[in-house]
């Protein structure tokens, strides 16, 4: 059973580049949520995407979009990069629970950004 | 006053030590809470998850909840050095019927042979 995936493992960038990351839900999972992780911080919600629309977003700017596509895979789109964006993007999925919520969130191995 | 606090560390231990990790939250509507645990450079991996107050054993981990005091704890015996890492607090966010998680900064372990 494969886990959550994501893609590319690192990538560089240039200030005031776009860059999309992309990521694979567990098997069975329908929901998809990212984090931000600074160096040496805890992981910082940005936004959770189920049913192929984000339903709750963190304290994020719009340049940070995503996209949930019909196989529950999804994509962060960051534009305009700032140093400050600099950082391991995580992917986490889970399932929701009728009535219940979402349940446990599974991370993937993350994608290093480094902005220059 | 941040919603989750978590001591960074680093804390260092003999290798056999009892470990005790902790985190404090700010809001008492919480009721889900987590411990995950990050190798250097990979993702967070989930060690244990607990509801409400009380305590859950599994294997040498065990984590408590301490809900009148906002106090959630993680202990672990018989350190090995497999255990070095960082361990994450995390607790779920409910927001209508989504949730997500708040993170503490996580505490820097090294378990010394």
């Known amino acids: 059973d494969a886990g959550v995936t994501q893609s590319p493992t690192h990538l560089i960038k240039t200030r005031g580049q776009q860059v999309t990351l992309r990521c694979s839900p567990k098997?069975?999972?329908?929901?998809v949520s990212w984090y931000q992780q600074a160096l040496g911080q805890g992981p910082q919600f940005i936004f959770q995407?189920?049913?192929?629309?984000?339903?709750q977003r963190g304290n994020f700017p719009d340049r940070f979009s995503g996209h949930q596509y019909p196989n529950y895979s999804s994509e962060l789109n960051v534009n305009a990069l700032l140093l400050g964006d600099s950082a391991l993007y995580l992917c986490?999925?889970?399932?929701?629970?009728?009535?219940?919520?979402?349940?446990?969130?599974?991370f993937g191995p993350g994608t290093r950004l480094t902005v220059l | 006053q941040k919603e989750v606090e978590q001591d960074p560390g680093p804390l260092s231990v003999p290798e056999g030590a009892i470990v005790s990790l902790n985190c404090t939250y700010s809001?008492?509507?919480?009721?889900?809470f987590m411990w995950y645990r990050q190798y250097s450079r990979k993702g967070p991996e989930l060690l244990m998850y607990?509801?409400?107050?009380g305590n859950k054993e599994d294997g040498r981990f065990t984590a408590q909840v301490d809900k009148s005091s906002k106090y959630i704890s993680l202990f672990i015996r018989d350190s090995q050095p497999s255990d070095s890492a960082t361990y994450l607090c995390?607790?779920?966010?409910?927001?209508?019927?989504?949730?997500?998680?708040?993170f503490g900064k996580g505490t820097k372990l090294s378990v010394k042979p």
């Open positions: 986490a999925s889970s399932l929701v629970l009728a009535g219940w919520g979402t349940d446990t969130q599974y």
């Open positions: 098997s069975g999972h329908d929901t």
């Open positions: 809001n008492s509507a919480f009721q889900y």
């Open positions: 995390a607790i779920m966010n409910y927001g209508g019927s989504q949730g997500n998680l708040i």
């Open positions: 995407y189920y049913e192929e629309e984000e339903r």
């Open positions: 607990t509801y409400s107050s």
